[in-house]
């Protein structure tokens, strides 16, 4: 006998056997049991979840030898044929194969007038139907509309926003969830113990595989088949975790602990561990940013259906985090993430994310500033009112700052004797989008365009995000009364020397006091390193 592949072998031959889909099992079979039985039906949700087993349940309970029954037998000749897919009353298509309106004409429309064959309805089952062209979709729409009696529709989709509303309306729509890890995991050691590997499995390594799946079933069921064919005789986390290539948890809460107590040498060594073990480092972002939002999750409350071993360790870690910290991780997280796919140099990019994370952590303990004072627009100079000198850690807490004149003095020079405070209202802002401009200055100043040169190209890439961009330009915008004011970021070798403006010790022939407040980039960076 030919070989079964798990996910073949163990599809659910009955509705109880269906997993973690109960609201539609529950809707179906009091449909079928009490004879309210619509003409077409859209099943919509991720891969996996069992769209297309249910569609054959259905079709099998309706043609059940035993009479339409809400639990098909499954043993006989009707439900045994629908199973292996030869049954001629039930037409599956594959609407990413057949995608014209004249597969759709020739396959549905023109037979669909036929009695069927064999059993008591006829069932199209048409899987991905969001991938049918509008031609295709409009033939199909009054069919689908008035069919005959005694056929029934199940159209399957993973992107129900990409098929026409007319086409939605006319079906009874169902939501598949994904399934719960827990409800996986029970399923896969089911198969693991029908299939002779009892007490050949660790637990964890079986948890490990739910969790990877992501709620689908079938890929969890293939990830189990290839770590049986590659295990030596017992299924263990090691094996499992070379064989996906994800990051193991100990590492995930290496990293973390490191960002909560702002270790940066720390955090260094362990993307080198990574890089000497052969880690990727794209997995190893985007599986940061998943432990951080279980983190969240955990601390806001939100149930976890996790080992009891995971479990202890989230709940160790989250302990170290307040909500607010914890939501402002998950995003950084996202954008490292994000960023990484872009990266011509992922080691770079993995440091600078990890980074502005132990940055932002902290940031967050500083105090909040009680007030920011913003200056005038240049074209309406006030008089200037006096306050004390003061570091540029403490400018943030001052509760008046000096709004000067413009005086001699052009728009650039104006922008760039107060740089240093706009900065540090940015650094309260986003502490991440502040952290791209400490190696960048104004350079020149034209038609409310502010050019910002760069010395490095990494941070002027991610200023010309649009969303870092909105932010720089936002924050300018309120700090100096200029609300038409927009910049342009350009790299040092882009330009050869400032063309508006003269540097503000020309003018003045000696360094104002104020200039004191300018941030030491690498004195910034230095203290990072400090343990």
């Known amino acids: 006998m030919a070989y079964e592949t798990l996910y073949r072998k163990y599809r659910p031959r009955k509705f109880a056997d269906v997993v973690g889909q109960k609201h539609v099992v529950k809707a179906l079979q009091n449909a079928i049991a009490s004879r309210r039985i619509a003409h077409a039906y859209l099943f919509c949700g991720q891969r996996?979840?069992?769209?297309t087993t249910m569609a054959r349940l259905l079709a099998m309970a309706l043609n059940c030898e035993k009479g339409i029954s809400p639990e098909p037998c499954g043993v006989c000749f009707a439900c045994q044929s629908i199973v292996k897919g030869a049954a001629m009353d039930v037409v599956e298509i594959d609407a990413a194969s057949y995608t014209g309106v004249d597969a759709v004409r020739d396959v549905i429309i023109e037979r669909i007038s036929f009695l069927p064959a064999a059993f008591r309805y006829k069932v199209y089952?048409?899987?991905?139907?969001?991938?049918?062209?509008?031609?295709?979709?409009?033939?199909?729409?009054?069919?689908?509309?008035?069919?005959?009696?005694q056929?029934?529709?199940?159209?399957?989709?993973?992107?129900?926003?990409?098929?026409?509303?007319?086409?939605?309306?006319?079906?009874?729509?169902?939501?598949?969830?994904?399934?719960?890890?827990?409800?996986?995991?029970?399923?896969?050691?089911?198969?693991?113990?029908?299939?002779?590997?009892?007490?050949?499995?660790?637990?964890?390594?079986?948890?490990?595989?739910?969790?990877?799946?992501r709620g689908a079933l079938r890929d969890a069921l293939t990830i189990l088949e290839q770590a049986m064919n590659f295990a030596d005789g017992k299924i263990t986390v090691e094996l499992v975790r070379s064989l996906l290539g994800v990051t193991e948890e100990e590492f995930l809460s290496k990293v973390v602990s490191a960002l909560r107590e702002s270790d940066v040498p720390k955090l260094w060594h362990l993307v080198m561990e990574a890089i000497e073990t052969g880690r990727d480092l794209h997995q190893i972002?985007?599986?940061?940013?998943?432990?951080?939002?279980?983190?969240?999750?955990?601390?806001?409350?939100?149930?976890?259906?996790?080992?009891?071993?995971?479990?202890?360790?989230?709940?160790?870690?989250?302990?170290?985090?307040?909500?607010?910290?914890?939501?402002?991780?998950?995003?950084?997280?996202?954008?490292?993430e994000r960023d990484m796919r872009s990266a011509t140099d992922p080691q770079l990019a993995l440091e600078i994310g990890l980074l502005n994370m132990a940055m932002l952590l902290r940031t967050g303990k500083e105090e909040p500033s009680e007030r920011v004072e913003t200056f005038p627009e240049i074209a309406a100079p006030k008089p200037t009112r006096q306050i004390?000198?003061?570091?540029?850690?403490?400018?943030?807490?001052?509760?008046?700052?000096?709004?000067?004149?413009?005086?001699?003095?052009?728009?650039?020079?104006?922008?760039?004797?107060?740089?240093?405070?706009?900065?540090?209202?940015?650094?309260?802002?986003?502490?991440?989008?502040?952290?791209?401009?400490?190696?960048?200055?104004?350079?020149?100043?034209q038609d409310n365009q502010l050019v910002l040169t760069f010395q490095h190209p990494f941070s002027w890439e991610r200023v010309n995000d649009r969303n870092y961009k909105e932010t720089i330009e936002q924050c300018l915008r309120e700090v100096f009364n200029m609300p038409e004011l927009k910049i342009k970021p350009v790299l040092s070798s882009q330009i050869s020397r400032p063309t508006v403006g003269t540097p503000v010790e020309a003018v003045s022939g000696k360094t104002d006091d104020s200039q004191q407040t300018i941030i030491d980039t690498e004195e910034f960076i230095k203290s990072l390193f400090e343990t």
């Open 48 to 51: 996996g979840t069992g769209k």
């Open 125 to 149: 089952i048409i899987d991905e139907v969001h991938m049918l062209s509008t031609a295709a979709f409009n033939a199909l729409l009054k069919t689908l509309e008035e069919p005959p009696p």
């Open 151 to 213: 056929v029934i529709f199940v159209l399957a989709t993973t992107d129900p926003h990409k098929i026409p509303a007319t086409i939605r309306s006319r079906c009874l729509r169902f939501d598949f969830h994904p399934i719960s890890a827990k409800e996986i995991a029970d399923r896969l050691i089911l198969v693991l113990d029908s299939e002779g590997w009892k007490e050949r499995y660790d637990p964890t390594a079986v948890a490990l595989i739910a969790r990877t799946a």
């Open 285 to 336: 972002a985007h599986d940061l940013a998943i432990y951080l939002r279980e983190l969240l999750n955990f601390k806001i409350g939100l149930p976890a259906e996790e080992t009891e071993e995971h479990l202890e360790l989230l709940r160790e870690q989250v302990s170290l985090f307040s909500e607010d910290e914890l939501m402002r991780l998950v995003r950084s997280a996202w954008e490292l």
């Open 388 to 445: 004390a000198e003061a570091p540029i850690h403490e400018v943030a807490k001052t509760q008046e700052f000096e709004v000067p004149t413009q005086g001699d003095l052009s728009g650039v020079d104006h922008i760039r004797r107060h740089w240093s405070i706009f900065l540090e209202r940015l650094k309260q802002t986003s502490p991440v989008t502040y952290s791209f401009l400490l190696n960048a200055e104004p350079t020149d100043f």
